[in-house]
């Protein structure tokens, strides 16, 4: 069984209290540059990995996409899923996404919200997901920045009286697994250098379209302050590639 975290009782009701499990999409600090590169939902089939709540599910429906799955690992994610869902054109499966085996060119859109960065072998997905697309079909997903990743601390360097000093970066070069604290509990996460990122979705034989790193906008900064230390680094990395037409 591959790491799952978020069927531990203690740690998914932490997880419920994050804005993004509150108010969905708009508490998520990454889908204004999310959204951004999204391409028309309109008559799509869309596959959505490590779905979680469903907000990306649900949300491509309401764009009209023809029909949609999301896949999560965690049954208490997918539990939420469907009881927040009343869609019959949107299907939930349970399963590991370095486990998903669908047909040939049988999305036009596959899209993944922070989940790539607990995956040990990301070619390998990338791989899976040009497959399962259909010549010029979309490939979008969110990640945990490598600037982000490289340390398992995850933290600030804080000066004595407790002042968030800078964002400390320190074996950038060393990609590979790092144990770090989130929420409750100890989770694994993979470090992988932009270039590894950039190159694994090459590799695959996607055209990378836009790279995007997160920014709070200013009505985040309005609405909470304490914001602007976002803007002193970016915590998470959007990307956007589409599979070559007759590829």
């Not at 999204?38 to 469903?54: A, E, I, S, W």
Request: proline share 4%.
């Amino acid at each position: 069984m591959k790491q799952n975290k978020y069927d531990n009782e203690l740690f998914f009701s932490e997880y419920k209290k994050m804005s993004r499990s509150v108010d969905g999409l708009e508490g998520a600090g990454e889908w204004p540059i999310f959204k951004e590169l999204l391409p028309d939902f309109n008559h799509k089939t869309v596959l959505d990995l490590g779905c979680g709540f469903g907000w990306h599910c649900r949300y491509a429906r309401e764009q009209h996409a023809t029909q949609v799955i999301g896949v999560d690992l965690s049954e208490k994610m997918l539990k939420t899923a469907r009881n927040y869902t009343n869609d019959p054109l949107i299907k939930y499966l349970r399963m590991p996404i370095e486990d998903i085996h669908f047909k040939e060119e049988q999305f036009d859109v596959v899209i993944s919200s922070l989940a790539f960065h607990y995956i040990k072998d990301f070619r390998n997905i990338c791989d899976k997901v040009y497959q399962y697309l259909k010549p010029g079909g979309s490939f979008i997903f969110s990640v945990e920045h490598p600037i982000f990743t490289a340390r398992a601390e995850q933290d600030w360097y804080y000066d004595e009286e407790g002042v968030r000093l800078h964002w400390p970066v320190d074996h950038y070069q060393s990609e590979g697994m790092r144990e770090t604290l989130f929420l409750t509990e100890n989770v694994v996460k993979y470090h992988r250098t932009l270039s590894s990122c950039m190159n694994d979705v090459i590799q695959a034989g996607f055209n990378i379209k836009a790279v995007k790193e997160s920014l709070a906008t200013e009505e985040m900064l309005q609405d909470s302050p304490e914001m602007k230390d976002e803007n002193r680094r970016p915590m998470f990395l959007i990307m956007s590639a589409e599979k070559v037409n007759g590829e």
